[in-house]
Each structure stands twice: as structure tokens, then as C-alpha cells.
């Protein structure tokens, strides 16, 4: 788990340990690190993120309007906008390796997942709006880095994907998102601060069933 000063983002990540062992035990991320994970498989994957990853781009934006300090504002957005380039070039790049077909229907796991972050951003609360947005950054952060350190990288052919997750600059982007989280979290309600977990929570198991369905192409909740 990554360093946090502040107790929240350490009690929300035990709230959410057993969902995230389940992320790194699944064979989709088993078989992407070695390398061997079915082209198919990785296909349905990155369709269903080319979709999620368009409407998570807007809501980190309007979660952005939500944050009036300036410096988090303009260092949120900075993250946002450096993250977001970053996803598109190694979708690009994988996308045509792979000759994948984007143009598809949400899964209801994607649209699901989709209306849960933006059902938190509509509260008007940016606690709340930051801890259902941050699985995305933060459980795939950890993922990556995880896999970076049993993966076969040399060859692999999801080699990109591994390295834009694990890299040093996301990582330091994605601390000081958790500093941000920690900061609100520190002077929140405990009603507040209660929801920012269960928030949490469940956007980190949409995490888990959006790398199921790649993998199975089924709805298995």
C-alpha cells in the first residue's frame, strides 16, 4: 500500500483488502503478468476501458470543480490531465497491436460502475466524489506495481500496460491525490467520513468484476 500521513486512506484500504487480494489472485491479472492472458480476453478488457475510461476523464474534471483550495484544484487537475494522456497513448498503442474493435455497449458492469462515481460527484461533496474516484487511480497503482514485480515484462505483449500502471510518476501523482483524500477526510463528519469509505469500498469491488467480465465476458455479480 502506498505511504499516506493521515489514518483514513489506511483504514479505507483494510476495509477494501479483501477485494483487492481477490484483483491480484484473479487469472486475468495472473495471466497478464506472465504474459499468456488470451488476446481476446485482453480485447473485451480494453473495449470496456476505452468506455469507462471516456466518462471517468470527464468526472475527474468535474470533481475538479468541486475542489475550491487552488493548489489541490490546479494539482488535481494536472494529475487528471497527465494520467488521462498517458492511458490514451498506451490505449492507442494496444489498440492497434491488436487490432481491437472499440465501438462497443457498455457492459453493465462499465455503466454500473460508471453511474456509481457519478451518482458520488452529483452529492456536491468532494469527499465523497474522491473516494468513489479513487480505486481507479489507486487499486490500479497497486496493481500495477505488483504485477512489475512478478511479471515477465521482456516480451510480453501487455508489456505497456504494465509499465503505465507501475511507473514512478503515476505513483507519486496517485500519493498526492491520497495526501488530498487524507487532508478531507481529517476534517470531515464521521457520517462523512463513513460514506467516503463504503464509497471506497464498492468502487473497489466494481474494480474487481470490470477485470472479471474481460475475462469471462459475462455479468457474474
Known amino acids: 500500500m502506498a505511504e499516506s500521513s493521515s489514518s483514513w486512506t ?6 477494501a483488502l479483501p477485494v483487492y487480494n481477490d484483483i491480484i489472485e ?17 480485447d473485451r478488457y ?24 487552488p493548489s489541490a484544484h490546479e494539482m488535481f487537475v494536472a494529475f487528471a490531465r497527465e494520467g488521462l494522456e498517458g492511458e490514451k497513448a498506451m490505449h492507442d498503442l494496444l489498440i492497434e497491436r491488436f487490432g481491437i474493435d472499440t465501438q462497443v455497449l457498455p457492459s453493465p458492469i462499465t455503466a454500473d460502475y460508471n453511474a456509481h462515481s457519478q451518482a458520488a460527484i452529483g452529492t456536491g461533496s468532494k469527499e ?6 479513487l480505486p481507479c487511480m489507486w487499486v490500479y497503482n497497486e496493481v500495477g506495481q505488483h504485477i512489475l514485480k512478478i511479471a515477465s515484462v521482456e516480451g510480453n505483449p501487455y508489456r505497456e500496460w504494465i509499465q503505465e500502471y507501475g511507473n514512478e510518476a503515476f505513483t507519486e501523482g496517485v500519493n498526492a491525490v491520497l495526501q488530498l483524500a487524507d487532508t478531507y477526510a481529517a476534517a470531515a463528519s464521521p457520517e462523512v467520513r463513513a460514506r467516503m469509505t463504503a464509497e471506497f469500498v464498492a468502487a473497489t469491488r466494481f474494480e474487481y468484476w470490470f477485470w472479471d467480465y474481460g475475462y469471462c465476458g459475462e455479468d457474474r455479480r
Do not use: S
Open 10 to 15: 489506511r483504514e479505507a484500504w483494510a476495509a
Open 26 to 42: 484473479h487469472p486475468f491479472i495472473k495471466e497478464l503478468a506472465a504474459g499468456t492472458l488470451d488476446p481476446a480476453r485482453f
Open 46 to 69: 480494453l473495449a470496456q476501458d476505452e468506455v469507462y475510461i471516456g466518462n471517468y476523464g470527464r468526472q475527474m474534471f468535474e470533481l475538479a470543480e468541486l475542489i475550491d483550495d
Open 128 to 133: 465523497i466524489g474522491l473516494a468513489a474516484l
